[in-house]
């Protein structure tokens, strides 16, 4: 709010220099007109805003001599690569894996191959590191296994014989 305004409610400087392009729709530009013939703070800039575009037009048209998108064009012609050469046409299945995978430089193209080849090969040694850490260990005698699992009966201590004949003549496992 502008406290010289006699309505308490000016336009601002954007709103009059759209009126003076003719850039506002038909009802607010006749709202503000009818705002300035009330106002004197918005008439006096109106009239500062007409005769800056007066003066604009009455500027004469300036001509450059140089030609700046000639020049732009040149310039990012000169800094453009040089268009790629087109492929020779090869056998049929050159020109499909070509589709499938585009081509690429050899290095890039081996080091998948040389990565998997050094994944298998590390777990591989890996691998036989942890067979070694372990010494074989000889079987023990026949008679030595026999002997200990002699300890064990058929039916474990507190449980029901699940047939007669499997648990002895006295009912227990020994």
Known sequence: MNSSCPTG??????????LV???????AGAGLIAHCAGCPRCTSRL????????AFAALPAIRLEVD???????RLQAGASPAAPK????????RWSDRVRPPMP????????????????LGLWLGGL???LEAPVSPPAANTTLAA????????PGNLCPRAGACGASGSAR
């Open 9 to 18: 409610s000016c336009s601002p400087d954007e709103a009059l220099s759209a």
């Open 21 to 27: 392009d003719a850039a506002l729709p038909s009802e």
């Open 106 to 121: 050899w290095r890039f193209g081996f080091s998948p191959f040389a990565g998997s080849v050094a994944a298998v090969g």
């Open 47 to 54: 009239a500062e805003l007409r005769a800056l575009r007066d």
């Open 149 to 156: 699992m002699s300890v064990f009966g058929s039916v474990p």
């Open 87 to 94: 492929r020779r046409q090869g056998p049929w299945w050159v």
């Open 130 to 132: 942890l067979m070694e």
């Open 68 to 74: 700046l998108a000639a020049q732009l064009v040149a």
